[in-house]
């Protein structure tokens, strides 16, 4: 059986420039609190098919929406 980690939710990316490099301000706070620094591999854990689709980064401890609809 896996493991459970918890994550807590960051900013989401939308269709601007602004929400993205929040975004990805964010993730690498996390992953210099949590990973030595680094980014950790990301899996999509949910997508509605209509431009919603949610993101995970386990070894960061943090998950994310993207919506660029």
């Not at 994550?7 to 996390?30: D, L």
């Not at 689709?53 to 960061?60: A, F, H, S």
């Amino acid at each position: 059986m896996g493991e459970s980690v918890e994550c807590v939710e960051i900013a989401t990316c939308w269709p601007t420039e602004t929400s993205i490099a929040r975004n990805k301000k964010q993730r690498q706070e996390a992953a210099d609190k949590h990973n030595n620094g680094k980014l950790g591999k990301i899996a999509r854990f949910f997508n509605d098919f209509r431009g919603c689709e949610m993101w995970v980064d386990v070894d960061c401890k943090v998950w994310w929406e993207e919506n660029f609809k």
